[in-house]
């Protein structure tokens, strides 16, 4: 199997492209959810944010305050390196284990949803195929301020505080242009899909597991051999 990094930017439509993708079969994973599930209370990452930023990052019940650890780490590279240092790792090892039951249960490829896949370039090296929903900047400053009911300076405000698309789209493998009708963008998904599935980028992963597999059982069966020769 080979693993998709999708990516969007905020209004541009990456939630329904998503939603495409998974009535279509497909696995994904969704990396934010992943973030907020390992620092959760009984976790090693929860234990290491308490013991580097202390207890006032804690909420009543025990989970992380996620606003007061922000807030501890805005204009800090330092204190923001030593939480990536703490959370990544296990981010990776939740992803892997994640991606190894959808390889089991025999997906050619498994999406993860990725909102700084470009940004932080940290599981770049892990993807196969990246892709973008994209959609033009007017498009996007449109559907901002009537979905979330804002004025065009807080708009324009919140999409300056991302990487533009238009980088995004020239870093990635596959763009999806989200700027039209719904349906057209929908058309491009599934077609998309077709691609990835008719890739064979899967077999040299799925091969090597069965070579492996195939060698350990010949190898059992000789010990059992060798060690219960008259049974």
Same mark, same amino acid.
């Given at each position: 199997? &080979? ?17 495409? &993708?998974?009535q ?12 907020? *599930?390992?620092?959760?209370p ?15 990052? $804690? ?23 030593l939480?990536? /240092? ?8 939740? +992803? ?7 390889? $089991? ?7 993860? =949803? ?5 940004? /932080? ?5 892990? +993807?196969?195929? /990246?892709?973008?929903?994209?959609? =033009? ?6 559907r901002? +301020? ?7 300076? =807080? ?11 238009? =980088?995004?789209a020239? +870093?990635?493998? *596959? ?9 057209? /963008? ?6 998309? *899909? ?21 060698a ?16």
């Amino acid at each position: 199997m &080979f693993l998709v990094g999708l990516t969007g930017g905020i209004a541009s439509g990456k939630s329904s492209v998503i939603q495409v &993708f998974q009535q279509l079969g497909c696995a994904v994973i969704d990396v934010d959810v992943m973030a907020r *599930h390992v620092v959760q209370p009984g976790y090693p990452a929860h234990r290491r944010i308490v013991e580097a930023f202390g207890t006032e990052v $804690l909420l009543e019940n025990g989970d992380i305050n996620r606003k007061v650890l922000g807030d501890l780490i805005f204009n800090q590279p330092d204190r923001r390196q030593l939480l990536n /240092t703490i959370t990544h790792p296990e981010i990776r090892k939740e +992803m892997m284990k994640e991606t190894f039951k959808y390889f $089991l249960r025999g997906y050619r490829y498994v999406i993860l =949803d990725i909102p700084l896949l470009f940004e /932080t370039k940290k599981l770049l090296k892990y +993807m196969k195929h /990246t892709v973008v929903v994209y959609c =033009d900047r007017d498009t996007q400053l449109a559907r901002l +301020m009537r979905r979330n009911s804002l004025n065009r300076k =807080d708009a324009e405000a919140r999409i300056n505080a991302q990487l533009p698309l238009t =980088d995004k789209a020239r +870093m990635a493998r *596959h763009v999806l242009d989200n700027s039209g009708e719904w349906s057209v /963008t929908k058309r491009q998904v599934i077609l998309l *899909h077709a691609e990835l599935e008719r890739s064979l980028e899967y077999l040299p992963l799925r091969l090597g597991v069965l070579t492996g597999l195939a060698a350990i059982a010949s190898l059992l069966y000789l010990l059992t051999r060798y060690l219960l020769p008259y049974a």
